[in-house]
């Protein structure tokens, strides 16, 4: 998934009347280690409740024909008192109120971009993208910015013979500041040195569309540094292949100096971004590391807030369901630590900009924020039970008639009491346990769950349960089964979703058949069904007839 909605000037070197929307498919310390889980599980839902909210009407609210929401919108709470909320485009704008349910349009151009010719200087067309303030006066903003080679054909005669956007298009983070509570915005140093995130590249104008791209907003850590999110967008390993994409994590613990943000390697954070233009590069030169792929995709990265409720980060973005398909839309995942993330879930299915029919005309969405009008803090980072998801609607597909609206949403937790072990200690209590086929003799006696298979393909069933997967990853068994020839055991699981027993949702592990009690720890959070609520497990302890078994302990692990 390769979200660049983003508008971009005509080719020439002078601010562009309108923009065009293109979104091919798809020394720090130590990084922090993840933190207990909760003992209760829970069983966490984000939906919608109400009617789509009109924010920012084109129409209407426009104070020029650019003035457009074209990125993921953030807010903050400035020295006054009274809350800004960004309009961006390579043309900045805000609307400014006494609270996020009462704000007004403001024709004030808080910060327009240079459109330097020159790819070295990374100070071609700005979006502020990502804004943090302590004090309300002095801002930070993280900056998405576009190289368009395409529109500087009139100072760099050659460049870009395709006359294509896309094979022209670099995109990295830069930084700017803002020491008048948000009335204006600068270049936090002068170019390049504003600099804070790009690929060891330098510009191809015959290439792919690469680079960091749409920063999420500043949020601080749990070890109080201060992190953003980004898509990257590289070249592919085969040419003809469709770019690779991931989420990048980086930080700083200084926000007045752009070179101070390390990445993600992998392992902790201390990847540096080098200046392409400045230091000569190799194909071996570090580069962000993708970050929970298979929870985030490329996708997850546009905004991130802080549950009170959960106490977790909660991320979202658009991209596609876990288990594949066609139904994309809005997802969120959480964190404890910022670096481990859940699965991701549904919040809203909308059309996206390549999921309708034709995007230069159909309506749809993209750029969607976390945001809560009740949140005490300055940057809105920080949500409760309530709160809303900010998106930008394209009412004539990739037009410039596009509006800011909002969908209700409400955070529902359900707690479930940990499942309780299956110990088998008391004599004739099966404790819910029974068999399906191919078993005899199945009682509890002297401490443990004994039976005898009775063909190759013995089974039994638990009793019903609720259980929440992402909360309990694992399952151990302690089993005994009379010596003989080897073989292996399978547990499957039905859920709340999905309650068809299958072999995709099961989990294979080797039987010691020796006479002796071994523990078989199984993973289930490999297994792509392993999520919402478990509903019953189906236990085949092996498949082999005329064997004695004895189960002393199943025990589901935090």
């Known amino acids: 998934m390769f979200a660049c909605q983003i508008g ?46 009109l924010v920012f009407d084109w129409t209407t609210d426009r104070c020029e024909p650019d003035h457009i929401p074209d990125i993921a919108t953030r807010a903050f709470r400035d ?60 801002i930070y903003a993280i900056m998405h910015n576009e190289y368009r080679g395409d529109t500087h054909t009139a100072t760099r005669p050659g460049q870009c013979p395709s006359g294509d ?86 930080r700083t613990d200084d926000l007045s100096d752009p070179s101070s943000w390390r990445f993600w390697n992998g392992e902790d954070f201390t990847g540096q971004f080098v200046n392409p233009y400045v230091e000569e590069l ?29 106490e977790r980060y909660v991320m ?31 919040i809203l299915e909308l059309p996206g900009t390549y999921t309708v029919e034709d995007n230069s005309k159909d309506l749809f969405y993209a750029y969607p924020t976390l945001l809560d009008p009740d949140s005490q803090s300055l940057n809105f980072d920080t949500v409760d039970d309530q709160f809303y998801l900010y998106i930008t609607r394209f009412n004539q597909g990739i037009t410039l008639d596009r509006d800011l609206v909002r969908f209700p949403l409400e955070l529902t937790v359900t707690d479930y009491p940990a499942p309780e072990p299956w110990l088998f200690d008391t004599d004739g209590d099966l404790e819910g346990w029974f068999p399906y086929v191919h078993l005899e003799d199945f009682a509890v006696q002297d401490g443990s769950l004994s039976m005898r298979s009775t063909g190759e393909d013995p089974h039994m069933g638990s009793p019903l349960l609720t259980v929440v997967a992402v909360q309990n990853s694992k399952i151990t068994i302690e089993m005994k089964v009379s010596p003989g020839e080897q073989s292996e055991g399978q547990l499957f699981f039905i859920t709340d979703s999905d309650g068809e027993w299958g072999e995709a949702k099961s989990v294979f592990f080797p039987v010691i058949a020796d006479g002796e009690f071994h523990t078989y720890e199984l993973d289930m959070s490999t297994i792509e069904g392993w999520q919402g609520i478990v509903t019953q497990i189906r236990l085949d302890p092996l498949y082999t007839p005329d064997s004695v078994i004895e189960i002393d302990s199943i025990v589901f692990v935090n």
């Open 79 to 138: 020295a006054d008192g009274m809350v800004q909320l960004w309009i961006g485009h390579y043309v900045n704008y805000r609307m400014i109120g006494p609270d996020l349910n009462n704000l007004e349009s403001d024709c004030t151009v808080l910060m327009n971009s240079d459109y330097d010719p020159d790819p070295s200087q990374f100070n071609d067309s700005e979006w502020l993208a990502a804004l943090y303030t302590e004090d309300g006066e002095t």
């Open 165 to 250: 956007r896309l094979t022209c298009l670099d995109t990295s983070v830069t930084m700017a500041i803002s020491t008048d509570g948000g009335d204006s915005f600068y270049d936090i140093l002068e170019p390049p040195n504003h600099m804070v995130a790009t690929m060891p590249y330098v510009f191809n104008d015959e290439g792919v569309p690469s680079g960091l791209r749409q920063p999420s907003n500043i949020i601080k850590g749990p070890d109080d540094y201060f992190y953003v999110f980004t898509n990257i967008s590289d070249y592919p390993v085969f040419p003809g292949d469709f770019p690779p994409q991931w989420v990048c994590a980086m």
């Open 316 to 346: 979202v973005g658009f991209t596609n369901p876990p288990t594949g398909g066609t139904n994309l839309g809005y997802y969120y995942s959480l964190s404890e630590d910022l670096i481990h993330w859940t699965p991701r879930e549904l």
């Open 282 to 310: 190799g194909p071996s030169t570090p580069k962000c590391a993708p970050l929970a792929v298979e929870q985030l995709t490329g996708g997850i990265q546009e905004s991130i807030v802080y549950s009170s409720t959960l």
């Open 8 to 53: 971009a000037p005509p080719a020439t070197d002078t601010p562009p009347p309108s923009p065009t929307v293109v979104q091919p498919t798809t020394p720090p310390e130590p990084s922090p280690q993840p933190t207990e889980v909760p003992v209760i599980p829970k069983d966490i839902s984000i939906n919608v409740t109400g009617e789509e909210e």
